[in-house]
C-alpha cells in the first residue's frame, strides 16, 4: 500500500524539499543543538534515523552538537508522555517517528496522537523488508508462502514491534496478498529489531518482518539473506533483492520516518528545525547517510505533514479493520 503522497518522482521530492526551504522563512537562523528522542531501543529503525539525521546535520555543520536518548517502553507511548510532560523544558528536543504512531493510536495502545505534538517534517521513507538468518531452509519468499498456505502457523514472523502494529501489520499484507489468511498470522513481538533479529537467529522465529535499511545492514553483516522488500521497484542499494510486486503478490508499502517536538513549540522554532532538515538534503554527509542505509527521500514539512498523517490515520485505519485488527 504505497500512498498517493509517496507516489512522486525523487526528483520532485527533492523540488519540494528546495521550495519548503526557502518558504520557510527562517534560513538565517541556525540551530545550535538538538536532542534526539528516540522511542525504542537500540538497532532499530527509530534509532538508526534519528543517528542517521544527527550525522547528516553534525558533520555538515548545519546544527553544532546531537545527543541521543533511547526511551522505550509502551510501544512508544513512554517517550510520547515524557515529551508532553516535559515540554517546557524540551524546546531542543525532537522526538523521532513513523507510521506506528499512527497505528498505534488507533489501537488505543497509547491514548495521545500526532494532534498533541508539534509535528515538524516527514524526512525519509523505508520499504519493508523479510529476513531470513543465512542457514534458514528458505531461500525465497515463495518458500515461505507455500508453509503458510499449508499451515499458516508453522511460520513465526518476529518484528521489532508489538501485535497490530507495523511489523505485524505489512507481514499480514504480505500473506493476504499470496492468498493466505492474514488473521492466522503467528506474530512473534519484539522490543525493537536487534531484539527481533536474535529471536530469528535463536530460532524462536524463522522470518523477520522489518525495514528495509535495518535489513541492508544485517546481510551486509552477512547474518540474513533478504527475500522480498515492499516497494514498487527494486531499490538500487540492493538490486538483487525482488520486491513482492514483482513475485506476483500486490502488496506495497513505505513507512515515513519523520520528527515531532514538544506541544507549544513556537512556529517560529517549528520553522526553523524543518528549514534545517530542508537544508540537510543538499549535503554530501546527508547523500552518504541516505545511501548506506538505503532509504527513499520525502519531506513533508510543517502543515503537509499534518495533511498526510490526517490522511494516513484514515487509509491504514481502513486496511487495519480489513484485516481484523481494528473494529
Do not use: C
Not at 513513523?98 to 495502545?109: A, D, E
Not at 536487534?194 to 535489513?215: C, N, P, Q, R, Y
Not at 514483482?246 to 520553522?271: I, K, M, S
Amino acid at each position: 500500500m504505497l500512498p498517493k503522497f509517496l507516489a512522486s518522482k525523487r526528483a520532485s521530492i527533492l523540488a519540494a524539499a528546495l521550495t519548503a526551504g526557502l518558504s520557510a522563512g527562517m534560513t538565517q537562523a541556525a540551530v545550535d543543538e538538538v536532542h534526539f528522542l528516540i522511542p525504542g531501543g537500540a538497532g532499530g529503525g527509530w534509532d538508526g534515523t534519528a543517528r542517521g539525521v544527527g550525522e547528516a546535520l553534525t558533520k555538515s555543520g548545519l546544527i553544532e552538537s546531537a545527543s541521543y536518548e533511547n526511551l522505550s517502553g509502551g510501544g512508544g507511548g513512554k517517550a510520547i508522555a515524557s515529551l508532553i510532560e516535559k515540554a517546557d523544558q524540551s524546546h531542543d528536543t525532537l522526538m523521532v517517528n513513523s507510521t506506528p504512531i499512527v497505528i498505534r493510536s488507533l489501537t488505543k495502545v497509547f491514548p495521545q496522537s500526532f494532534r498533541d505534538l508539534t509535528p515538524i517534517a516527514a524526512v525519509i521513507g523505508d520499504y519493508g523488508a523479510f529476513v531470513v538468518p543465512t542457514n534458514s531452509k528458505y531461500m525465497t519468499f515463495q518458500d515461505v508462502v507455500n508453509d503458510y498456505k499449508e499451515n499458516p502457523r508453522s511460520v513465526a514472523i518476529a518484528g521489532g514491534s508489538a501485535r497490530g502494529s507495523m511489523d505485524h501489520l505489512v507481514a499480514a499484507m504480505a500473506f493476504k496478498a499470496a492468498g493466505g489468511d492474514a488473521r492466522k498470522l503467528k506474530y512473534v513481538a519484539y522490543d525493537a529489531g536487534g531484539k527481533a533479529m536474535a529471536g530469528i537467529l535463536s530460532g524462536d522465529a524463522h522470518v523477520l518482518s522489518t525495514g528495509f535499511s535495518e535489513a541492508i545492514a544485517l546481510a551486509e553483516a552477512g547474518e540474513v539473506r533478504i527475500l522480498a522488500i515492499t516497494g514498487e521497484n527494486r531499490s538500487a542499494t540492493a538490486p538483487e533483492v525482488p520486491t513482492l510486486k514483482e513475485l506476483g503478490y500486490n502488496a506495497t508499502f513505505v513507512n515515513w520516518r519523520g520528527f515531532f517536538a514538544a506541544p507549544g513549540l513556537p512556529d517560529a522554532q517549528a520553522d526553523e528545525y524543518a528549514d534545517t532538515l530542508a537544508k540537510m538534503y543538499q549535503t554530501d554527509e546527508w547523500s552518504a547517510v541516505r545511501d548506506r542505509n538505503g532509504w527513499t527521500e520525502i519531506f513533508l514539512p510543517r502543515e503537509n505533514f499534518v495533511s498526510f498523517l490526517e490522511a494516513q490515520e484514515v487509509e491504514v485505519g481502513n486496511l487495519m479493520r480489513e484485516l481484523g485488527f481494528l473494529r
